[in-house]
């Protein structure tokens, strides 16, 4: 059998370079590779910890997610692509670990203290939305509860299925570290129930903002991202105006040349070639034509996924049809799992 690799991806809005380099290009890359039981999946319940103004733009986000897997290249005959709300053993399971994890390791999560830091901010300043019914109270008290147990439920879509190896950013491996110690604390009370996840990193694990390279590219700051759907007159536009340093020279060093190596590392990815051997063929070049080759790079290595995530957009009924397959496969497997935990627990 071959050893199962797992990931998912919330619908959460436009899909950037990031989220591509980071992420989805390398679950094509280990579907096609043929050596894994590759798992895909929406995580349309963790996506809930940011309510959406209404059901119709979360029903978008999903269908539009789901469009972006396959205009990639993941492929329903090679993986099994399943949506997460369509599987109900991860919210139970998400229960039962619930009660083995300890507060204090949720509230130490990067994530959950960043992401709770800009809702608060958002509650303060009373936006617009769901979230208006929500009196705004000081400080954590009114996060919502969601962002703090999102690592439960991550590594209940994680341990259901005995997956070896999980492909995800850099921003992730904090959590796969709380699945591993989870599954380890279960199986050390209940006996040996799950696999300990290892992460799988691309060389470009944390992909930088074009307009702060001192941060990563992310969507809660668009104008530092390119997004998968861009135009290509958007895309050399970003490229452009990428903030760089005031040197001269194309060199990868990215603690003192962050933005220039940023883009030294786009181009490597899509290239193929190390970003030291990019800097010896720029050696000479100027920043304005360098950013001009990047541009073109990207464009032409994103033309693909264009061109299919329109014909997607244009056949929904293909797009629905890939992931009900893979919900089956999905709840098939995680149902035996779920009985397995339930056993172990005292429930069955
Ligand atoms: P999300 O949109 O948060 O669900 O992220 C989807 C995937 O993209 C996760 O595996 C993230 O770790 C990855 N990712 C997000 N931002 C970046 C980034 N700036 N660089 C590399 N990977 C990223
Ligand atoms: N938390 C991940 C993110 O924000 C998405 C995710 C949910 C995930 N469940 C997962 C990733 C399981 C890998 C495995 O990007």
């Given at each position: 059998?071959?050893?199962?690799?797992?990931?998912?991806?919330?619908?959460?809005?436009?899909?950037?370079?990031?989220?591509?380099?980071?992420?989805?290009?390398?679950?094509?890359?280990?579907?096609?590779?043929g050596?894994?039981?590759?798992?895909?999946?929406i995580?349309?319940?963790?996506?809930?910890?940011?309510?959406?103004?209404?059901?119709?733009?979360?029903?978008?986000?999903?269908?539009?997610?789901a469009?972006?897997?396959?205009?990639?290249?993941?492929?329903?005959?090679?993986?099994?692509?399943?949506?997460?709300?369509?599987?109900?053993?991860?919210?139970?399971?998400?229960?039962?670990?619930?009660?083995?994890?300890?507060?204090?390791?949720?509230?130490?999560?990067?994530?959950?203290?960043?992401?709770?830091?800009?809702?608060?901010?958002?509650?303060?300043?009373?936006?617009?939305?769901?979230?208006?019914?929500?009196?705004?109270?000081?400080?954590?008290?009114?996060?919502?509860?969601?962002?703090?147990?999102?690592?439960?439920?991550?590594?209940?879509?994680?341990?259901?299925?005995?997956?070896?190896?999980?492909?995800?950013?850099?921003?992730?491996?904090?959590?796969?570290?709380?699945?591993?110690?989870?599954?380890r604390?279960?199986?050390?009370?209940?006996?040996?129930?799950?696999v300990?996840?290892?992460?799988?990193?691309?060389?470009t694990p944390?992909?930088?903002?074009?307009?702060?390279?001192?941060?990563?590219?992310?969507?809660?700051?668009?104008?530092?991202?390119?997004?998968?759907?861009?135009?290509?007159?958007?895309?050399?536009?970003?490229?452009?105006?990428?903030?760089?340093?005031?040197?001269?020279?194309?060199?990868?060093?990215?603690?003192?040349?962050?933005?220039?190596?940023?883009?030294?590392?786009?181009?490597?990815?899509?290239?193929?070639?190390?970003?030291?051997?990019?800097?010896?063929?720029?050696?000479?070049?100027?920043?304005?034509e360098?950013?001009?080759?990047?541009?073109?790079?990207?464009?032409?290595?994103?033309?693909?996924?264009?061109?299919?995530?329109?014909?997607?957009?244009?056949?929904?009924?293909?797009?629905k049809?890939?992931?009900?397959?893979?919900?089956?496969?999905?709840?098939?497997?995680?149902?035996?799992?779920?009985?397995?935990i339930?056993?172990?627990?005292?429930?069955?």
């Open positions: 059998m071959k050893p199962t690799t797992i990931s998912g991806v919330q619908p959460s809005g436009r899909l950037h370079l990031g989220n591509y380099l980071g992420a989805l290009k390398n679950f094509v890359e280990l579907q096609n590779a050596e894994y039981n590759p798992f895909f999946f995580a349309d319940l963790h996506s809930l910890t940011e309510f959406p103004k209404t059901a119709d733009e979360k029903q978008k986000q999903i269908f539009d997610l469009a972006d897997f396959l205009a990639a290249g993941l492929d329903p005959k090679q993986s099994t692509l399943f949506i997460q709300s369509a599987v109900p053993a991860h919210a139970e399971t998400y229960w039962i670990l619930g009660s083995l994890t300890p507060l204090g390791e949720l509230g130490r999560m990067t994530q959950f203290k960043d992401k709770g830091k800009i809702e608060t901010q958002k509650k303060e300043k009373k936006e617009d939305g769901f979230i208006k019914a929500v009196e705004a109270r000081e400080g954590r008290e009114s996060v919502n509860a969601g962002l703090l147990t999102y690592p439960i439920l991550m590594a209940s879509d994680i341990l259901l299925y005995d997956a070896e190896t999980v492909p995800v950013g850099e921003d992730q491996l904090q959590h796969l570290e709380f699945t591993r110690t989870l599954a604390k279960f199986n050390n009370t209940f006996g040996k129930t799950f300990e996840p290892k992460p799988i990193l691309t060389s944390r992909l930088m903002s074009l307009d702060d390279p001192t941060k990563k590219m992310s969507k809660s700051s668009p104008s530092g991202c390119v997004f998968l759907d861009d135009t290509p007159e958007t895309i050399t536009e970003k490229i452009k105006r990428a903030v760089t340093d005031s040197g001269k020279t194309i060199e990868y060093d990215p603690l003192n040349r962050p933005g220039i190596s940023n883009l030294l590392l786009i181009l490597s990815a899509f290239s193929g070639m190390s970003p030291k051997k990019l800097e010896k063929d720029f050696s000479g070049t100027g920043y304005g360098f950013k001009t080759m990047v541009a073109e790079k990207i464009i032409a290595s994103l033309e693909p996924f264009r061109k299919k995530k329109l014909f997607f957009k244009r056949n929904p009924s293909l797009v049809k890939a992931f009900e397959k893979g919900n089956k496969t999905a709840e098939k497997q995680s149902g035996k799992k779920l009985m397995e339930k056993k172990k627990v005292g429930l069955l």
